[in-house]
């Protein structure tokens, strides 16, 4: 079956950093990703998501680009904000907008000031 | 905007009963619902899709009898859990979406503990 795998538990930075948080996948199917963002006692919401093969997509500062050949979609930004700190959910759904989407284990990203 | 909520935000079942929530779409018309389930050291697990018109698909793992799910409306969704016991527990997450083409809408969840 489909799989999402998030590399790291925790990510802790300090302010004005770039930041790459990893995110790989398994399907057979044309794959459809995503990148969530959930802050404390909030609901997840869509951050960015593609599935055109290596083209960079972003959003707010953040930035990731599908590259098929590595089946990986990592989330980065430049410079990160005190803002930033929260869970980042990868994920992915199968073929174009497929009902089910299959979500990794989810990045914390802490940034200090 | 289009917006979930979902409640209560938080319960606590004894061991052996059964605990409703319930997902409001707002700003938008839900014609398909998926129920996931987050435990504790996991990530999110589907549950199940309902779709308006259609039967609601369960994930393995998963059951009817176990998770009953109605979705009468465009609007509203709600999921029970019967027989609640300690595996049970965890963030229970609703999303909504206006259809095939559009993304999903997630509410706050409802985190359900059992004691």
Known sequence: GDSVTQTEGLVTLTKGLPVMLNCTYQTTYSPFLFWYVQHLNEAPKLLLKSSTDNKRTEHQGFYATLHKSSSSFHLQKSSVQLSDSALYFCALSEGNMGYKLTFGTGTSLLVDP | ?115
């Open chain 2, 1 to 115: 905007g289009a917006l979930v909520y979902q409640y209560p935000r938080r319960t606590i079942c004894k061991s052996g009963t059964s605990m409703r929530m319930e997902c409001q779409a707002v700003g938008f018309q839900a014609t398909s619902v998926a129920w996931y389930r987050q435990s504790p050291q996991k990530t999110f697990e589907l549950i199940a899709l309902s779709t308006v018109n259609s039967a609601i698909k369960y994930e393995q793992n998963f059951t009817q009898e176990k998770f009953p799910i109605s979705h009468p409306n465009l609007s509203f969704s709600s999921m029970t859990v019967l027989n609640a016991y300690l595996e049970d527990r965890g963030l229970y997450l609703c999303g909504a979406r206006r259809g095939a083409n559009s993304d999903y809408t997630f509410g706050s969840g409802t985190r359900l503990l059992v004691i």
